[in-house]
Nanobody
Framework: QVQLVESGGGLVQAGGSLRLSCAAS????????MGWFRQTPGKEREFVAA????????YYADSVKGRFTISRDNAKNTVYLQMNSLKPEDTAVYYC??????????????WGQGTQVTVSS
């Protein structure tokens, strides 16, 4: 069982930046592919970004490519999502996920509780 806890969400103006963090329990963090998803009311959970076990490969949704950066620090059991040039349409609850394989669908094994990101204009 993996416990994931997101932090760093909040209210930011359009064009601003936020960095989300996801802290994982245990010593097996490096065994998992990590991903970020987001969800707004009435919509399905949407893929945002993913990163492989050693951080060697990173994947992004087209909607965030060039603006968001996913990274991980296995020594700290933490994955990050740096969000720059934020837009109102980025407003959502952001979820951290851990899984066995990289996926762009919400099929990961473990999920955090989510953190709200609100972008105003």
């Amino acid at each position: 069982q993996v416990q994931l806890v997101e932090s760093g969400g909040g209210l930011v103006q359009a064009g601003g930046s936020l960095r989300l963090s996801c802290a994982a329990s245990g010593r097996t963090f490096s065994s998992y592919v990590m991903g970020w998803f987001r969800q707004t009311p009435g919509k399905e959970r949407e893929f945002v970004a993913a990163i492989t076990r050693n951080g060697g490969s990173r994947y992004y949704a087209d909607s965030v490519k060039g603006r968001f950066t996913i990274s991980r620090d296995n020594a700290k059991n933490t994955v990050y999502l740096q969000m720059n040039s934020l837009k109102p349409e980025d407003t959502a609850v952001y979820y951290c996920a851990a899984g066995v394989v990289v996926a762009t669908t919400p099929t990961y094994n473990y999920w955090g509780q989510g953190t709200q990101v609100t972008v105003s204009s």
